[in-house]
């Protein structure tokens, strides 16, 4: 087949399948968070309140976009659609299956990290043109933070590409089937990294409990308390995306991806991954956010050297693995 | 290839600085007071003497890193002066950097031996990319040196001193990426980062280009004709003891990267380089020495009597051949003695009352005899006047230069030697003729009299003979020239 | 006009576009941004030329955290605290250096070009099979690179005993007793934001 065309193919696929997913998912989280509340959450449209998503979008697509009248107009148009097409970008390199890959880049790791780094800017963008303040303090935190724990997740993230020897996120994954999932052998270095790596992207993420930067009882909204209609909700989507694109990484770097008895690979990996993305949940209902401070103290003073003496201890553990087999 | 413990015997030198570099840094975080504070400073200077004398008990040579850096007859030499500069500046700042910058002593200290650490590393590295981070790790250093002292309730002061901080910063930062793209292009030109590979250069504009790039980007950094206007403001505000160092080491450091580039990776290829030499020699020699004939203030004078030493310099690199290395090497000595010696003394007349001007040195001889009489030696030397080391220095130069067909250029020297005498015997005059303002003798501490006595007795000392210097500076020479080399050796002298 | 020549092309305008932007922008913003759009086209060139290592770090480093400190900075200052360019030169002196530039821009371009259609011909050795895979790269740096690497990494050691040098200004921290450690101290040690909180609400005081 044409490498245009099957790229083409993939792309509409895995944006549409992504995009499925991160609608219910939010009222997904909806019910969890409704049931750990003791309420039900949405119930009036559809079943079990199966149709909220296509309701809410609706609704947002009604609403008016405002541009407010001292706002950077530029930034703060094409800042919505950009977080969107970053989160979307990451998920091209997660692999579903042994075939199932949009781009099996032989850097997939660093790829996810680059593009990890540059969803700081479209947060900051949308927060500065608003000219809000507690935009742009929210945008404020939101860089102080993506800045400080992109090195933790550096870090974490470091330790399944040494152990299994390759960047590429499906090798990790052939590896991990071969000698054990990255998160129980070896023990140590790949279950810490995960305790590591989720946190750090989470913060990444901005979601609870690192979610300062939006914060709604100190700072109403953070970045998009400006934003209205469907901007606001290219800023929601993003931030879920972001989540479903994290748990789609942590279970591929951490749990083996697609490997699974029984049943096809696919079916493992959207299982682990929803899994995950329910645990994270589970957090954010459960846990405060942090202070401002204490999230800096958390990622320089525990995560940064604990990150460093991870990927020093799984050296160490390649070295004398492979020295003595 | 790999990295053998043979690499690291190799570096000797460069690993017996960093370890004592590494025993400051503790003695910084292990120290809280300013005594303490001030004992980095006397264990940087013990230090470096200890390293001094360790470059005689073993001298090492060979080659590292796959022929990216070798340890030769050379690098010991420069090794060696560099250690002193950075002695010697050392001894002499400690007082001052105690009293205006206490807390900072320590990173003061600190800094000032990476910078050196540099230094010892760029003179042995034969590889385009090892010599510019020598380079950057030399001069980074310098621009926080310059904003080391902060001042309370002075606001005037500390406007001044951030202002040169300031220029010396920027115009740092801007000047590496110029040379960087001048190395970029003629290593994209030559294909490979190697200086034995520039010879091989195919001759293009592109080349030439680079060649510009990076002599405006060093231009920068050495504060030659068209690019010196930070020199004066930098060297007025920054501590004396301070710019004793910025105005030797880092100006000698500069040049002898330019001196591998040109005069011993190119050296085949001298008429790609010289035009531009030239040019910049000129100017240097001639603006240098005539703005400095209107300065009133004595650190500004020796800023622009210095911008003039630099056009000397060249003239000796623009020779090109081993005499031209030899002569330059003991212009460097002559330069780094001298020049340490009389910004220190700046520092023992001027440093209390901070005023500069050439006044303050009015009748220094009926106040403290000897402080003039040194004062008096180090302007004989940087005119160039028998029997002191600068006289020797010049005269080599010229000689070197005469006889590789420049007569013109050093008959240009030669005369503005005389304009440079004037303005040096302006201070003597001042400091002989005139009734001193205050009587009482100026009182000196120990540490920077040590310091000027060192520098005193070196320039007397080779004026007087000056056979060894000029002897391992041929050594060193001949083996500096030697860009592919089979063997290498060290002459121990 | 192959696919691979319109995405170079594509990328090279983004560059010069970009830093354009950065000297020309008015709102130091706007100037950030265009170092980012150059970062991110330098980026993609990198990939053209099958340096797609150095691509991700080059995202990773200069648009992931140079530009984003750049940004900071300039959100702390406030975007309004930087003083408008005001012109001070002679439009004279302002076209003449204006055209002095381009001309050398365009005299070096119109050399490159002469060279590389020159060098095209078969001048240009052909590269390996894993040219700028992560692999080479790191048998390069841990190899042949080995020192100017580890040199680097003085350079920045420097750098931050630099800043920290120049930025401290040797005020002192209060000292916390034992007794008003709260929790949050005791666990990251750090400063706790609402410094007045433990002052007790009199009668006096304003709310």
């Given at each position: ?5 099957r790229?083409?193919?993939y792309?509409?696929?895995v944006i549409n399948v ?7 998912s939010?009222w ?12 039900l959450?949405p119930t ?8 909220q ?12 976009f405002l541009?407010?009248?001292?706002a950077d107009?530029?930034?703060f148009?094409i ?5 969107v097409?970053?989160a979307?970008g990451?998920?091209?390199v997660?692999?579903?299956?042994a075939?199932?890959i949009?781009a099996?880049l032989?850097?997939?790791?660093l790829y ?5 780094s540059?969803t ?5 963008m949308?927060?500065w043109?608003?000219n809000?303040k ?5 945008a404020?935190?939101?860089v ?7 090195i933790?997740?550096v870090?974490?993230?470091l330790?399944p590409v ?8 499906s090798d990790?994954?052939?590896f991990?089937i071969?000698?054990?999932?990255f ?8 279950f810490f990294?995960?305790l590591f ?8 993420a901005?979601?609870?409990?690192f979610?300062i930067p939006?914060a ?14 469907m901007g ?5 989507l993003a931030?879920y995306?972001?989540?479903l694109v ?8 951490f749990?083996g991806?697609?490997?699974g008895p029984f049943?096809p690979?696919?079916?493992?990996m959207?299982l682990?991954t929803?899994?995950l993305f329910a645990g994270?949940f589970?957090v954010?209902?459960?846990l405060?956010r942090f202070?401002s401070d204490q999230?800096m ?9 604990g990150g460093l ?7 160490l ?6 020295g003595?087999g | 290839?790999?990295?053998?413990i043979?690499?690291?015997?190799v570096?000797?030198?460069p690993?017996e600085?960093?370890a004592?570099?590494?025993l400051v840094?503790?003695a910084d975080?292990a120290?809280s ?8 400073g006397?264990?940087?200077?013990w230090?470096?003497?200890?390293v001094?004398?360790l470059?005689f008990v ?6 590292a890193?796959?022929?990216?850096f ?6 010991l030499?420069?090794t ?5 500069a950075g002695?010697?500046?050392t001894l ?6 105690r ?12 800094l000032l031996?990476?910078s050196l ?5 760029l003179?042995?590295a034969l590889?385009?990319?090892?010599l510019?981070?020598c380079f950057e790790?030399s001069?980074i250093?310098l621009?926080v040196?310059?904003?080391?002292e902060?001042?309370?309730g002075?606001e005037?002061?500390l406007?001044?001193?951030?202002e040169?901080?300031i220029?010396f910063?920027l115009v ?5 990426p110029?040379?960087?793209?001048g190395?970029?292009?003629i290593?994209g ?8 590979a520039?010879?091989?250069?195919t001759?293009s504009p592109?080349?030439?280009v680079?060649?510009?790039l990076?002599l405006?980007g060093?231009g920068f950094?050495?504060?030659?004709v068209?690019f ?6 930098t060297?007025q505000?920054a501590p004396?003891p301070?710019?004793?160092?910025l105005?030797?080491a880092?100006k ?5 990267a330019?001196a ?5 990776g190119?050296?085949n290829r001298?008429?790609l380089?010289t035009?531009?030499v030239t040019?910049?020699?000129?100017g240097t020699?001639?603006m240098?020495n005539?703005?400095?004939?209107g300065?009133?203030?004595?650190k500004?004078l ?6 003039g030493?630099?056009?000397?310099f060249?003239?000796?690199?623009l ?5 031209g290395?030899?002569?330059?090497l003991f212009?460097?000595?002559?330069y780094?003695l ?8 700046v520092?023992a007349v001027c440093g209390?009352?901070e005023d500069?001007?050439?006044?303050v040195f009015a ?16 302007l ?5 006047i028998?029997?002191?080391v600068?006289f020797w220095a010049?005269?080599?130069?010229f000689i070197?230069?005469w006889?590789?067909?420049y007569?013109?250029l050093?008959?240009t020297g030669a ?6 005498l004037y303005y040096y ?5 001042v400091m002989y ?5 205050v ?14 006595l060192?520098?005193?007795l070196?320039i007397?000392?080779y004026?007087a003979?000056?056979?060894?210097l000029?002897?391992?500076?041929r050594?060193a020479?001949d083996?500096?020239?030697q860009?592919?080399?089979?063997t290498?050796?060290?002459?121990l002298? | 006009m192959?696919i691979?020549s319109?995405y170079?092309f594509?990328?090279?305008i ?11 922008a008015?709102n130091?913003?706007r100037?950030?941004?265009?170092l980012l759009?150059?970062?991110?086209g ?5 990939l ?11 995202v990773?480093v ?6 984003i400190?750049?940004v900071?900075?300039?959100m702390l200052l406030?975007a309004d605290a930087m ?8 439009p004279?002196?302002r076209?003449?250096g204006?055209?002095?530039?381009a ?6 371009a119109y050399r490159?070009i002469q ?9 240009f050795?052909?590269l390996?099979e894993d040219?700028g ?6 048998k ?9 690497f580890?040199?680097?990494t003085?350079l ?6 630099g800043?920290i040098?120049?930025a401290r200004t040797?005020?002192k921290r209060?000292?916390?007793s034992?007794?008003n450690?709260t929790s949050?101290h005791?666990?990251f040690?750090?400063p ?8 007790p609400?009199?009668?006096d005081?304003?709310?």
């Amino acid at each position: 087949m044409n490498p245009w065309l099957r790229g083409l193919i993939y792309a509409v696929v895995v944006i549409n399948v992504f995009l499925t997913i991160t609608a219910w998912s939010i009222w997904f989280e909806r019910k969890f968070s409704g049931r750990m509340q003791s309420r039900l959450g949405p119930t009036f449209y559809g079943p079990m309140g199966l149709l909220q998503p296509v309701v809410d979008g609706i609704k947002l697509i009604q609403k008016e976009f405002l541009i407010p009248i001292n706002a950077d107009r530029l930034l703060f148009v094409i800042a919505p659609p950009l977080t969107v097409v970053l989160a979307l970008g990451t998920a091209a390199v997660v692999p579903f299956g042994a075939d199932i890959i949009a781009a099996d880049l032989d850097i997939g790791v660093l790829y996810l990290l680059a593009l990890g780094s540059l969803t700081i800017i479209p947060v900051w963008m949308s927060g500065w043109s608003s000219n809000n303040k507690y935009a742009m303090l929210g945008a404020m935190r939101a860089v102080a933070q993506g800045v400080s724990y992109e090195i933790p997740l550096v870090l974490a993230s470091l330790v399944p590409v040494i152990l299994a020897g390759s960047m590429s996120l499906s090798d990790i994954v052939r590896f991990q089937i071969k000698h054990g999932w990255f998160a129980f052998w070896p023990p140590g270095p790949g279950f810490f990294a995960f305790l590591f790596f989720l946190p750090a992207s989470l913060a990444e993420a901005n979601r609870i409990p690192f979610d300062i930067p939006e914060a709604e009882s100190e700072l109403i909204a953070g970045v998009s308390t400006e934003y209205t209609g469907m901007g606001f909700g290219l800023l929601y989507l993003a931030e879920y995306l972001h989540t479903l694109v994290i748990s789609a990484v942590a279970s591929v770097l951490f749990f083996g991806g697609w490997d699974g008895p029984f049943a096809p690979g696919l079916h493992w990996m959207v299982l682990k991954t929803l899994g995950l993305f329910a645990g994270i949940f589970w957090v954010r209902w459960s846990l405060v956010r942090f202070r401002s401070d204490q999230l800096m103290s958390i990622c320089w003073r525990y995560l940064v050297p604990g990150g460093l003496i991870l990927v020093m201890s799984a050296g160490l553990w390649v070295h004398f693995h492979r020295g003595s087999g | 290839m790999t990295i053998t413990i043979e690499d690291l015997r190799v570096l000797t030198l460069p690993l017996e600085l960093s370890a004592l570099l590494f025993l400051v840094l503790i003695a910084d975080i292990a120290t809280s007071s300013v005594r303490g504070k001030t004992f980095t400073g006397w264990l940087t200077f013990w230090g470096l003497c200890v390293v001094f004398g360790l470059t005689f008990v073993s001298p090492v040579a060979g080659e590292a890193f796959g022929g990216r850096f070798r340890a030769d007859t050379w690098t010991l030499f420069m090794t060696r002066w560099f250690i002193v500069a950075g002695a010697v500046v050392t001894l002499g700042g400690i007082d001052r950097i105690r009293r205006m910058a206490s807390r900072r002593q320590g990173e003061y200290n600190l800094l000032l031996l990476f910078s050196l650490l540099g230094m010892v590393l760029l003179i042995g590295a034969l590889d385009l990319i090892l010599l510019l981070l020598c380079f950057e790790l030399s001069s980074i250093p310098l621009f926080v040196m310059a904003a080391i002292e902060k001042r309370k309730g002075q606001e005037f002061k500390l406007m001044l001193t951030a202002e040169g901080a300031i220029k010396f910063f920027l115009v740092g930062v801007v000047s590496t990426p110029i040379a960087l793209l001048g190395l970029a292009l003629i290593m994209g030109m030559v294909g490979d980062s190697s200086i034995a590979a520039l010879d091989g250069a195919t001759t293009s504009p592109l080349l030439k280009v680079g060649l510009l790039l990076l002599l405006s980007g060093m231009g920068f950094k050495l504060g030659v004709v068209p690019f010196h206007m930070w020199v004066p403001d930098t060297y007025q505000s920054a501590p004396a003891p301070f710019v004793a160092f910025l105005s030797t080491a880092p100006k000698v450091t500069a040049l002898v990267a330019l001196a591998r580039i040109l005069v011993s990776g190119l050296q085949n290829r001298s008429e790609l380089w010289t035009p531009a030499v030239t040019t910049l020699c000129v100017g240097t020699l001639v603006m240098g020495n005539f703005w400095a004939l209107g300065q009133r203030s004595t650190k500004r004078l020796l800023a622009y009597s210095g911008i003039g030493h630099i056009g000397y310099f060249m003239m000796a690199l623009l020779v090109g051949d081993n005499t031209g290395m030899a002569m330059f090497l003991f212009y460097v000595v002559a330069y780094l003695l001298t020049n340490i010696g009389t910004f220190l003394v700046v520092e023992a007349v001027c440093g209390r009352s901070e005023d500069e001007s050439i006044d303050v040195f009015a009748g220094l001889s009926r106040r403290s005899p000897w402080l003039a009489m040194s004062m008096l030696l180090f302007l004989l030397s940087l005119a160039g006047i028998p029997f002191v080391v600068g006289f020797w220095a010049k005269l080599y130069v010229f000689i070197a230069a005469w006889r590789a067909g420049y007569s013109w250029l050093v008959v240009t020297g030669a005369l503005l030697a005389i304009v440079a005498l004037y303005y040096y015997l302006q201070i003597a005059r001042v400091m002989y003729m005139n009734e001193p303002k205050v009587k009482d003798p100026i009182a000196v501490k120990p540490s920077l009299a040590a310091g000027v006595l060192i520098c005193l007795l070196g320039i007397v000392g080779y004026g007087a003979y000056p056979r060894p210097l000029l002897e391992s500076a041929r050594a060193a020479a001949d083996a500096f020239m030697q860009t592919r080399s089979a063997t290498v050796s060290v002459s121990l002298r | 006009m192959t696919i691979g020549s319109v995405y170079f092309f594509l990328c090279a305008i983004a560059c010069i576009a970009g830093a354009l932007v950065t000297v020309v922008a008015r709102n130091p913003i706007r100037g950030a941004l265009g170092l980012l759009l150059t970062i991110v086209g330098i980026a993609g060139m990198y990939l053209k030329l099958h340096a797609q290592f150095l691509a991700a770090v080059q995202v990773i480093v200069y648009a992931g955290a140079v530009v984003i400190l750049f940004v900071f900075v300039l959100m702390l200052l406030g975007a309004d605290a930087m003083e408008r360019p005001t012109g001070n030169r002679s439009p004279v002196a302002r076209i003449a250096g204006g055209i002095g530039i381009a001309a050398i821009v365009l005299f070096t371009a119109y050399r490159a070009i002469q060279v590389y259609s020159r060098a095209t011909n078969g001048h240009f050795p052909s590269l390996s099979e894993d040219f700028g895979s992560v692999k080479s790269v790191g048998k390069q740096l841990y190899s042949e690179a080995l020192a100017p690497f580890e040199l680097s990494t003085a350079l920045l050691i420097v750098s931050v005993i630099g800043a920290i040098a120049v930025a401290r200004t040797g005020h002192k921290r209060t000292a916390l007793s034992p007794n008003n450690l709260t929790s949050a101290h005791r666990f990251f040690g750090g400063p706790v934001e609402p410094r007045d909180a433990a002052q007790p609400i009199t009668k006096d005081s304003t709310l």
